[in-house]
C-alpha cells in the first residue's frame, strides 16, 4: 500500500514538474467516482462458473491541457474488482490503486466538450480475499500467488461541461487486462467504468 501511494505521489509531481508557465494555465485538479464492472477474462477450469459483480471505483485527476485540443490525464483511483461462483461457494475480491496516464482529444471547444483518450494504467494490489458468507479468508492464506501490480490499456470517452474555472465530466472507459491476475493460470482483469467527476482550473 505504501508503494502505490508513493507512485501516485511520484506521477503527479512528475506532471507538474514537467509543465511549463503557460502550459500551466491548462491544469485541471479535481476528484471522480463511479462504478466498476470488472470481468475476469480466461478463467481457469478449477474455478467452475463465475458471475461477474460490479463494485466501485473513486480516485483524484489531473488534467494538463496541450495546445489547442490536446491533454494529457493522470489520475489516482482506488478501486473494487470481484465475482462470485455461481454454485454459491464464495465470492473473490481483489482492491488495487490504480494510476492511469493517457494522451486525450477535446474534439470541440466551448461548454459542451466530447473527448477521447488512450493511454496505459498500473495497478497495485492493496487487498486480495476470498470469502463465503461471514468468513473471509486472505488469498495468501489459501496459496494463491497473485500479482501485487498488474497493467492495463485504458479507452475511453465522454463528454466534459466547462463552466468558468470548474469542470464537470463523465466518461466511459474500458480496461484491457494486460498482466494475468495469478502468477500460474492466465486469467486477467477486464474493466468497463461508468466514472462521473468535477475539477477546478489552477491556471489563471
Not at 463528454?159 to 469542470?167: E, K, M, P, Q
Not at 487486462?177 to 500460474?184: A, D, M, P, R, Y
Not at 461508468?194 to 477546478?200: A, E, S, T
Request: aromatic share 10%; hydrophobic share 45%; charged share 15%.
Amino acid at each position: 500500500m505504501k508503494r502505490a501511494m508513493l507512485g501516485v505521489a511520484v506521477v503527479f509531481g512528475l506532471a507538474l514538474a514537467g509543465v511549463s508557465d503557460a502550459q500551466a494555465q491548462g491544469i485541471t485538479l479535481g476528484a471522480q467516482g463511479g462504478y466498476n464492472y470488472a470481468q475476469l477474462a480466461d478463467v481457469p477450469t478449477d474455478f467452475g462458473e463465475i458471475s461477474d459483480k460490479g463494485s466501485f471505483v473513486v480516485g483524484a485527476f489531473l488534467d494538463i491541457q496541450f495546445h489547442n485540443l490536446l491533454f494529457l490525464g493522470v489520475e489516482g483511483n482506488y478501486l473494487e474488482n470481484k465475482f462470485e461462483a455461481t454454485d454459491g461457494s464464495g465470492t473473490w475480491k481483489q482492491n488495487y490503486v490504480q494510476i492511469p496516464a493517457y494522451l486525450g482529444v477535446r474534439l470541440l471547444k466551448g461548454m459542451l466538450q466530447p473527448v477521447l483518450y488512450a493511454g496505459a494504467a498500473a495497478n497495485f494490489e492493496t487487498t486480495c480475499t476470498v470469502s463465503e458468507g461471514d468468513l473471509s479468508v486472505d488469498c495468501s492464506d489459501l496459496d494463491l500467488s497473485t500479482n501485487s501490480a498488474i497493467w492495463n490499456a485504458v479507452f475511453g470517452g465522454g463528454v466534459d461541461v466547462a463552466l468558468g474555472a470548474i469542470r464537470l465530466n463523465g466518461d466511459i472507459r474500458y480496461n484491457l487486462g494486460l498482466t494475468k491476475v495469478e502468477e500460474t493460470e492466465d486469467a486477467k482483469w477486464n474493466n468497463w467504468m461508468f466514472l462521473v467527476g468535477v475539477g477546478f482550473g489552477l491556471g489563471g
